[in-house]
């Protein structure tokens, strides 16, 4: 079915209520600055003039890491930027809005409002925290913020209130199989629900590790097992699906997940599009768009 | 605050260097390179220390705690234009992140200057430099905090960028135009700059202006391909981009230039600016310590009424408790005897931290004070095992002693905390006579803590010290320790005064240790033993 997916993104983020919106991926190149540009251009075309940062480096030509070309962030004039002052573009002349005591790979970081379109690299803050603090700066000159959430930093979601986006795609997997695996763990792990104060429960101080959890598991725990939030679930692909399916995973502070991107081609291999936003949409039963396509699965 | 020369690893520990640093520590980057750079007034500058002192003194009085703290407010939040004013002095051309680091100063400066009116002790920050430099950028201020490269820099650029900005929106709209008919064409959005078309959704092949990068079984993946019309819009645009980006850069030249011609005045501002950072960091320390200026002399003299020790009056005051106050003069190296927990290793430490303010210039915790500079305040004894290594704690006090006797400054101000208390009392003692006799004969000043009899007059020294418990304080009903510390600083009187006999002084070991919780059985042994 096609949509106008940047606008359903955008919708089902500010449907939560939540002042910012971050996309999270299962690993580098799956489309989460292809998402967090269709979501940008739509609040742009709704006339929000939203603030828009990275965690870590994003929006760069061409990826710092594995030099394969990245789309590049045409933002307009109206959007706020928080990014390194040494990436700012030289021209057209960003208003400099605050000098920031944060620092990126790329300097100190500053937060500019865009005064002429242009292209601008995105260089925030590498740490979670560092980041959180950047969204709250921005959040101090326009009411809603986008966020490119880099290579899966789910820890930037802990102590946030903001939607999440999930970004997938056959970059980060193999097989379209391992790849529908990756993110319904990812996406399970993101999704775990409040615990039930009524019920007994076990709560975990610090993070839920491998070796924790696999106690649990062979302990035949029976006990609501509860984290701080699910950023806290330090585990991974089959070993997240497996305590899942065994264990009573809860939080006492849930994240608000509300959609799902596919990017069906990757620089080694491409999958079907249409199956694959389909097998993710079965394995996670939440929206699913591919950008690419236009379309969101049935 | 550089004390190094004046006091080494050990004694800092011991007199805690560290908190006072962080104390009197400026908040704006300005302030901390002055402050990095100060080092203790030595003998023969007392008035400049005295002078000092008095400063700060008279800025705390002139403008109180909530002036003071408003201009802390302002150093706290100052931008840092150095590496700017460095950059500009050496022809680079400054950004623009650079121009606000510089206007942000400016208005600091003002605000400083605007807050420290009348107070005679801070001189303006503000010059004609800075006024000048601050009127140039006043056109780019956006917002209340902000700067841009506003048109009203030049008229050329306010004309370029309307240029770019219709050269940008001709090329949207031509862009936007294929694009929507693309669209309408697959029947479907297209959003960035590739997009895929699935082969089961064509109908046909696929509408002019479109290219495929990719092909697959199912899909094709493709991208709008630009055509005359598009690659003209888009060569206009980017003409007037690099116009733009040339009259931008021009301005920036320009105001570059201007800072360029200021910048040493600008940096004598800076320094002003740090400067008055490191005053009135003091002058709140002053306030909130209650410190007064202490009368530097030349002679080698410590004495002082009502010191205190601040990082434990601090601790103290955070459990509900009172620091007692003591009182101590001293010309010469004396004995200072008294019961444990008498206050004996505070009061060492309170004419550390004296005698440190002082040879800084600062305030000193005190209601009154007079003493001279030294070359050197040395800590000996207990304390000295911060030291760690190979060797024993008596080994490494005799190492220290060593190396204060072998480095001879001429005026030494030397603490002894229990020095060769690790060693038989007999041969400790000897030790201990032998070493004050030295420091008597290079005239150094200082106190020596001990528990050891009749060392005052063997070494032919001065004796003071602590009187002590009031009585036998009562056992606190419950085991709690705060109790009985609290019990034991009600009966403990911490007045230290010359004595003349030098009989073995009591401790009050046994009692205190029944105050704090050892059995009485074990306690009534300890008694007849003593008898």
Same mark, same amino acid.
């Given at each position: 079915?096609?949509?106008?997916?940047?606008?359903?993104?955008?919708?089902?983020?500010?449907?939560?209520?939540?002042?910012?919106?971050?996309?999270?991926?299962?690993?580098?190149?799956?489309?989460?600055?292809?998402?967090?540009?269709?979501?940008?251009?739509?609040?742009?075309?709704?006339?929000?003039?939203?603030?828009?940062?990275?965690?870590?480096?994003?929006?760069?030509?061409?990826?710092?890491?594995?030099?394969?070309?990245?789309?590049?962030?045409?933002?307009?004039?109206?959007?706020?930027?928080?990014?390194?002052?040494?990436?700012?573009?030289?021209?057209?002349?960003?208003?400099?809005?605050?000098?920031?005591?944060?620092?990126?790979?790329?300097?100190?970081?500053?937060?500019?409002?865009?005064?002429?379109?242009?292209?601008?690299?995105?260089?925030?803050?590498?740490?979670?925290?560092?980041?959180?603090?950047?969204?709250?700066?921005?959040?101090?000159?326009?009411?809603?913020?986008?966020?490119?959430?880099?290579?899966?930093?789910?820890?930037?979601?802990?102590?946030?209130?903001?939607?999440?986006?999930?970004?997938?795609?056959?970059?980060?997997?193999?097989?379209?199989?391992?790849?529908?695996?990756?993110?319904?763990?990812?996406?399970?792990?993101?999704?775990?629900?409040?615990?039930?104060?009524?019920?007994?429960?076990?709560?975990?101080?610090?993070?839920?590790?491998?070796?924790?959890?696999?106690?649990?598991?062979?302990?035949?725990?029976?006990?609501?097992?509860?984290?701080?939030?699910?950023?806290?679930?330090?585990?991974?692909?089959?070993?997240?699906?497996?305590?899942?399916?065994?264990?009573?995973?809860?939080?006492?502070?849930?994240?608000?997940?509300?959609?799902?991107?596919?990017?069906?081609?990757?620089?080694?291999?491409?999958?079907?599009?249409?199956?694959?936003?389909?097998?993710?949409?079965?394995?996670?039963?939440?929206?699913?768009?591919?950008?690419?396509?236009?379309?969101?699965?049935? | 605050?550089?004390?190094?020369?004046?006091?080494?690893?050990?004694?800092?520990?011991?007199?805690?260097?560290?908190?006072?640093?962080?104390?009197?520590?400026?908040?704006?980057?300005?302030?901390?390179?002055?402050?990095?750079?100060?080092?203790?007034?030595?003998?023969?500058?007392?008035? +400049?220390?005295?002078?000092?002192?008095?400063?700060?003194?008279?800025?705390?009085?002139?403008?109180?705690?909530?002036?003071?703290?408003?201009?802390?407010?302002?150093?706290?939040?100052?931008?840092?234009?150095?590496?700017?004013?460095?950059?500009?002095?050496?022809?680079?051309?400054?950004?623009?992140?650079?121009?606000?680091?510089?206007?942000?100063?400016?208005?600091?400066?003002?605000?400083?200057?605007?807050?420290?009116?009348?107070?005679?002790?801070?001189?303006?920050?503000?010059?004609?430099?800075?006024?000048?430099?601050?009127?140039? +950028?006043?056109?780019?201020?956006?917002?209340?905090?902000?700067?841009?490269?506003?048109?009203?820099?030049?008229?050329?650029?306010?004309?370029?960028?309307?240029?770019?900005?219709?050269?940008?929106?001709?090329?949207?709209?031509?862009?936007?135009?294929?694009?929507?008919? +693309?669209?309408?064409?697959?029947?479907?959005?297209?959003?960035?700059?590739?997009?895929?078309?699935?082969?089961?959704?064509?109908?046909?092949?696929?509408?002019?202006?479109?290219?495929?990068?990719?092909?697959?079984?199912?899909?094709?993946?493709?991208?709008?391909?630009?055509?005359?019309?598009?690659?003209?819009?888009?060569?206009?645009?980017?003409?007037?981009?690099?116009?733009?980006?040339?009259?931008?850069?021009?301005?920036?030249?320009?105001?570059?230039?201007? /800072?360029?011609?200021?910048?040493?005045?600008?940096?004598?501002?800076?320094?002003?600016?740090?400067?008055?950072?490191?005053?009135?960091?003091?002058?709140?320390?002053?306030?909130?310590?209650?410190? /007064?200026?202490?009368?530097?002399?030349?002679?080698?003299?410590?004495?002082?009424?009502?010191?205190?020790?601040?990082?434990?009056?601090?601790?103290?005051?955070?459990?509900?408790?009172?620091?007692?106050?003591?009182?101590?003069?001293?010309?010469?190296?004396?004995?200072?005897?008294?019961?444990?927990?008498?206050?004996?290793?505070?009061?060492?430490?309170?004419?550390?931290?004296?005698?440190?303010?002082?040879?800084?210039?600062?305030? /000193?915790?005190?209601?009154?004070?007079?003493?001279?500079?030294?070359?050197?305040?040395?800590?000996?004894? /207990?304390?000295?095992?911060?030291?760690?290594?190979?060797?024993?704690?008596?080994?490494?006090?005799?190492?220290?002693?060593?190396?204060? +006797?072998?480095?001879?400054?001429?005026?030494?101000?030397?603490?002894?905390?229990?020095?060769?208390?690790?060693?038989?009392?007999?041969?400790?003692?000897?030790?201990?006579?032998?070493?004050?006799?030295?420091?008597?004969?290079?005239?150094?000043?200082?106190?020596?803590?001990?528990?050891?009899?009749?060392?005052?007059?063997?070494?032919?020294?001065?004796?003071?010290?602590?009187?002590?418990?009031?009585?036998?304080?009562?056992?606190?009903?419950?085991?709690?320790?705060?109790?009985?510390?609290?019990?034991?600083?009600?009966?403990?009187?911490?007045?230290?005064?010359?004595?003349?006999?030098?009989?073995?002084?009591?401790?009050?070991?046994?009692?205190?240790?029944?105050?704090?919780?050892?059995?009485?059985?074990?306690?009534?042994?300890?008694?007849?033993?003593?008898?």
């Amino acid at each position: 079915m096609h949509v106008a997916v940047g606008e359903r993104l955008l919708e089902l983020s500010r449907a939560t209520g939540a002042p910012s919106a971050i996309v999270v991926g299962t690993g580098k190149n799956v489309g989460k600055t292809v998402a967090m540009r269709a979501m940008y251009e739509a609040a742009v075309a709704r006339g929000l003039r939203p603030g828009i940062t990275s965690i870590g480096r994003d929006g760069e030509a061409a990826d710092v890491g594995d030099a394969q070309s990245k789309p590049r962030l045409f933002l307009r004039a109206g959007t706020i930027v928080a990014t390194a002052r040494d990436v700012l573009p030289r021209s057209p002349a960003t208003e400099i809005l605050e000098l920031s005591r944060l620092t990126t790979a790329a300097g100190a970081l500053v937060f500019g409002r865009v005064r002429a379109d242009a292209f601008y690299e995105l260089v925030g803050p590498p740490t979670a925290s560092g980041l959180r603090e950047a969204i709250d700066g921005i959040l101090r000159f326009t009411p809603y913020a986008i966020v490119d959430g880099a290579i899966d930093r789910i820890a930037a979601l802990a102590g946030g209130t903001d939607a999440v986006v999930v970004a997938c795609g056959a970059s980060a997997s193999p097989t379209m199989d391992e790849a529908v695996e990756d993110v319904r763990a990812l996406v399970g792990r993101l999704c775990v629900r409040r615990y039930d104060e009524r019920e007994p429960y076990l709560r975990i101080e610090g993070a839920l590790t491998p070796s924790r959890a696999a106690e649990c598991i062979a302990s035949k725990e029976s006990r609501q097992i509860v984290v701080t939030d699910p950023t806290q679930i330090a585990l991974t692909g089959r070993a997240a699906l497996h305590a899942m399916a065994r264990l009573r995973l809860r939080c006492e502070r849930e994240l608000r997940v509300v959609a799902i991107t596919v990017a069906s081609l990757g620089r080694d291999r491409a999958f079907e599009p249409r199956a694959f936003a389909h097998e993710v949409s079965k394995a996670t039963s939440l929206p699913v768009f591919d950008v690419y396509s236009a379309e969101e699965a049935a | 605050m550089n004390a190094r020369g004046l006091v080494d690893d050990v004694t800092a520990q011991a007199i805690d260097l560290r908190w006072l640093r962080d104390a009197l520590a400026p908040a704006s980057p300005y302030g901390a390179r002055r402050y990095e750079r100060i080092g203790p007034f030595v003998p023969g500058e007392e008035s +400049l220390a005295q002078t000092r002192a008095q400063r700060i003194a008279a800025i705390a009085a002139a403008c109180g705690e909530q002036r003071l703290d408003a201009m802390r407010e302002i150093f706290r939040n100052v931008a840092d234009a150095s590496s700017a004013i460095a950059r500009a002095s050496m022809g680079d051309l400054l950004s623009d992140a650079n121009l606000l680091e510089l206007q942000r100063f400016f208005d600091a400066c003002m605000r400083l200057d605007g807050l420290s009116s009348g107070v005679a002790e801070l001189p303006p920050a503000v010059d004609d430099a800075v006024r000048s430099c601050a009127r140039e +950028l006043e056109l780019g201020r956006a917002g209340k905090f902000g700067f841009y490269l506003a048109d009203a820099f030049d008229e050329s650029l306010a004309r370029a960028r309307a240029a770019l900005a219709s050269a940008q929106a001709e090329y949207d709209a031509v862009t936007g135009r294929a694009s929507a008919k +693309l669209a309408a064409q697959l029947g479907r959005e297209i959003s960035g700059s590739e997009f895929i078309v699935m082969r089961a959704d064509l109908a046909g092949s696929l509408p002019t202006g479109v290219r495929v990068v990719r092909e697959a079984p199912t899909y094709l993946l493709c991208e709008i391909d630009a055509d005359e019309a598009m690659l003209a819009a888009l060569e206009r645009r980017d003409a007037f981009a690099g116009a733009v980006a040339a009259a931008e850069e021009a301005v920036r030249a320009r105001l570059t230039s201007i /800072v360029q011609k200021h910048a040493a005045a600008l940096d004598a501002a800076a320094d002003r600016f740090g400067d008055a950072d490191v005053l009135v960091a003091a002058a709140r320390f002053t306030l909130a310590h209650r410190c /007064v200026p202490a009368t530097i002399v030349e002679e080698p003299r410590l004495e002082f009424v009502d010191g205190r020790f601040i990082p434990l009056a601090l601790e103290l005051e955070k459990e509900g408790r009172n620091f007692t106050p003591i009182s101590v003069a001293l010309h010469d190296v004396c004995v200072l005897t008294g019961p444990n927990m008498g206050g004996k290793s505070v009061c060492l430490r309170i004419c550390g931290e004296i005698v440190l303010c002082a040879a800084f210039g600062i305030p /000193v915790p005190a209601s009154a004070a007079t003493t001279g500079l030294f070359a050197e305040i040395a800590w000996l004894g /207990v304390g000295s095992e911060v030291q760690g290594g190979l060797l024993s704690s008596f080994a490494r006090e005799v190492v220290r002693l060593r190396d204060v +006797l072998e480095r001879g400054r001429p005026q030494l101000f030397v603490l002894m905390d229990e020095f060769a208390r690790t060693t038989t009392p007999l041969e400790g003692r000897a030790l201990l006579v032998a070493m004050l006799r030295r420091f008597a004969e290079r005239r150094a000043c200082g106190l020596s803590a001990t528990h050891l009899a009749a060392v005052a007059e063997a070494a032919g020294v001065r004796h003071f010290a602590v009187r002590g418990l009031r009585g036998i304080p009562e056992k606190p009903k419950t085991s709690d320790l705060a109790a009985a510390l609290e019990t034991l600083a009600a009966s403990m009187d911490y007045t230290i005064e010359e004595v003349t006999a030098d009989s073995a002084a009591g401790s009050d070991a046994i009692a205190l240790a029944a105050l704090l919780g050892l059995d009485d059985a074990l306690i009534e042994e300890a008694y007849v033993s003593l008898e």
